[in-house]
């Protein structure tokens, strides 16, 4: 067992984030019903939207498709789909868990709801703009992040 975990940023469903851009892409309720098959008129439209847009063709389809191994967006979604935490899997974890987020990360949508579902010793930690860490990460200012989460797992491991 670990002696404590830090999700950064905590989420419930690494997939359900890409489903959401799907959705402002013309993924029809119908289409959804069938993932984490895509239709393959949907996928074809899905990538031309993505390749033609600089940071979507870079988080998804050059950085995203490569930390997950995949090499079709297919393979990415079918990939993703296996990262959710459903509520029978979060009432197992009773490691203490520091759950974070950042004020303008796309990825702690649903940080809220993963600290509301777990049953174990838990802190959630905010990071904002005025801290220069609101981004993914806290990549604009990770010291600060990296400080803070070093903190608590000592006061974890009673260091």
Request: charge should be negative.
């Amino acid at each position: 067992r670990f002696a404590a975990l830090v999700a950064d940023p905590g989420q419930l469903s690494v997939g359900g984030k890409l489903v959401a851009g799907f959705r402002m892409m013309g993924l029809t309720p119908e289409q959804e019903t069938h993932l984490p098959e895509l239709d393959p008129d949907f996928a074809d439209g899905a990538m031309q939207i993505i390749q033609s847009d600089r940071n979507l063709d870079w988080s998804l389809h050059k950085r995203a498709f490569w930390t997950n191994g995949a090499s079709t967006l297919q393979e990415l979604v079918t990939e993703l789909s296996r990262w959710t935490l459903t509520p029978e899997l979060l009432a197992q974890v009773t490691t203490p868990i520091l759950v974070a987020s950042a004020e303008n990360d796309r990825a702690s949508t649903d940080t809220d709801a993963l600290f509301a579902g777990l049953p174990g010793p838990k802190t959630r930690m905010h990071f904002t703009a005025a801290e220069g860490a609101d981004m993914h990460c806290e990549m604009l200012n990770r010291s600060l992040a990296n400080r803070r989460f070093l903190d608590w797992i000592d006061d974890q491991v009673g260091v």
